[in-house]
């Protein structure tokens, strides 16, 4: 039976045609970009190039406003941690939204012990932040306003561009992770009023083991990682080559094709969301326009998320996803569903869907034949 895979959100298979473009690379070897001989300012320029194709993504000014990392996590900690700790003569408020990714609360959470405070704004059913809350809660003195601009767990994006006009009026930086949106959605920086950006190689079929960081001309922050002083001593350590390599070149490919393959993306998602919804007591979960075209997401009652993961998967070979990859080792309800207003047993019947580009039209039935079992096999045998 042919595998159909439906968890985009937690890995991305790498784009055959980065493996094309680094081999020669590999073959020949990298020399360490700090050195001065030939070899090392051949990697140097290497890096260069992938800083621009990467700038060109997101539209910034420049591509000396990137920052390589090793992935969405550290990008995020990087952006709140060191800026709010060098601005911390301008004040000790951070605030994010409710479903910000782990990575972001957790930095914000180690903020405290440095005598921080943190706010958290609500968001609605939908997963909409509150934009008149944020307004109410930022204060001059709030230094780092971290949100999403699209979540990974129900697709809902974000009114950016009015979240950038609130935070520049009453806080000071805004920082936004990008994580999921990137690739799918356009994002222009400069246009949006953002002041640092998160992106993930690996979510825009790049390898893993390389993320970035946009900031914005003139945000100062500290470094986290110390060392040799590499990436504009903002973040030390002998850049990994490869991965950086790879996630320019997988900026420049998703630039050129996203309008298109989300727009096919879109397409099926449609479908399946229509037919998957049409199934007793199962419920969207996020926005239902204001999604990412590649996300479908629900819930069903009655029934647990991992049991429908593990018998889409072993039955009928798809493989999906009940939340966040990174905190299912927790097996508790995600804090996202929670902060929509479900209640901890709901929170528990979800189901994840993100498609990419092995997906296509003609697995739609397969899908959702499977669905529809799973879902009547697993009530039939729940207890509740
Ligand atoms: N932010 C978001 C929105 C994510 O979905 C993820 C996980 N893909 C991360 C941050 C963390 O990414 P990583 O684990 O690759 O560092």
């Known amino acids: 039976m042919r595998n159909i895979y439906l968890d985009h959100a937690s890995s991305m298979p790498i784009d055959p045609r980065i493996l094309d ?6 073959k020949s070897g990298f020399g360490n970009p700090s050195s001065l001989h030939s070899m090392g ?55 994010t939204s409710a479903i910000d990714h782990i990575s972001v609360i957790n930095s914000m959470k180690e903020l405290l012990k440095s005598g921080f405070e943190l706010k958290i704004i609500p968001v609605d059913s939908m997963g909409i932040v509150d934009t008149g809350k944020l307004n109410d809660i930022l204060t001059k003195d709030t230094t780092v306003t971290s949100i999403m601009y699209a979540n990974n767990e129900i697709g809902t994006i974000e009114p950016i561009k009015e979240i ?15 994580t999921a949106a990137a690739g799918r959605i356009p994002i222009d920086v400069q246009s949006d009023g953002i002041d640092l950006l998160t992106l993930s190689s690996n979510d825009i079929y790049g390898p893993q083991g390389a993320g970035a960081l946009y900031i914005k001309p003139g945000v100062k922050l500290q470094p986290i990682l110390l060392g040799g002083g590499q990436e504009r001593g903002l973040r030390s350590g002998t850049e990994d080559l490869f991965a950086i390599l790879g996630m320019g070149e997988a900026s420049r490919i998703i ?3 996203m309008n298109k393959e989300s727009e096919r993306l879109r397409e099926i998602r ?33 029934i647990e998320g991992e049991s429908i993961l593990l018998n889409m998967d072993m039955k009928y070979h798809i493989q999906v996803s009940t939340g966040s990859a990174c905190t299912s080792k927790t097996l508790e309800p ?8 479900l209640k901890h047993e709901d929170a528990h019947g979800s189901m994840v869907l993100t498609l990419g580009k092995s997906n296509n039209i003609g697995e739609i039935p397969l899908i959702i034949r499977a669905v529809k079992e799973t879902v009547e096999r697993l009530r039939k045998l729940s207890p509740i």
């Open 270 to 302: 449609d479908k399946l969301i229509n037919e998957i919804l049409k199934i007793e007591e199962a419920y969207l979960t996020g926005h239902p326009t204001r999604r990412l075209p590649n996300h479908a997401s629900f819930r069903f009652s009655g």
């Open 41 to 95: 300012l051949e990697s140097k320029r290497i890096i260069e190039d992938a800083r621009e194709k990467v700038a060109e993504l997101i539209n910034a000014e420049d591509g000396g406003y990137i920052i390589f990392t090793s992935g969405a996590t550290e990008s995020n900690n990087l952006a709140i941690k060191g800026t709010a700790l060098r601005n911390i003569k301008k004040g000790k408020k951070v605030a």
């Open 255 to 257: 630039k050129k094709e």
């Open 164 to 178: 950038g006009e609130v935070v520049h009026e009453k806080g000071l930086y805004l920082h936004v992770d990008a």
């Open 21 to 26: 473009f680094a081999e020669p690379f590999l």
């Open 334 to 341: 995600s804090h996202v569903l929670l902060a929509i207003g």
